[in-house]
């Protein structure tokens, strides 16, 4: 298993980003795929949530109308889609599977900051 985590960067508060993951070594399309972060001094947290079929997402509350999860089956990747960046959307945010297994991408980091 393997997955490998990309598009981070610094952006200017109310900026967008737009983050993809490439998955390997499992069936992809069986799996519901989610995207993880991880901020200085506090735990990985779930931020989206999205079905093995595509049809079905989920946003924690705090980006809830900000961002959205997408998935092409065809190129076994997923998308994280980031508007109305908020500097507390810092963080180094990671894919993986739904309940996650191991192990972790490295993980690609995302700065908001004027």
């Known amino acids: 298993v393997q997955f490998v985590e990309s598009g981070g960067g610094l952006v200017q508060p109310g900026g967008s980003l737009r983050l993809s993951c490439a998955a390997s070594?499992?069936?992809?399309?069986?799996?519901?795929m989610s995207w993880y972060r991880q901020a200085p001094g506090k735990e990985r947290e779930l931020v989206a949530v999205?079905?093995?079929?595509?049809?079905?997402?989920d946003y924690a509350d705090s980006v809830k109308g900000r961002f959205t999860i997408s998935r092409d089956k065809a190129k076994n990747t997923v998308s994280l889609q980031m508007n109305s960046l908020k500097p507390e959307d810092t963080a180094v945010y990671y894919c993986?599977?739904?309940?996650?297994?191991?192990?972790w991408g490295q993980g690609t980091q995302v700065t908001v900051s004027s």
């Open positions: 999205i079905g093995s079929a595509g049809g079905s997402t």
């Open positions: 993986n599977r739904r309940p996650p297994t191991s192990p």
């Open positions: 070594g499992f069936t992809f399309s069986s799996y519901v």
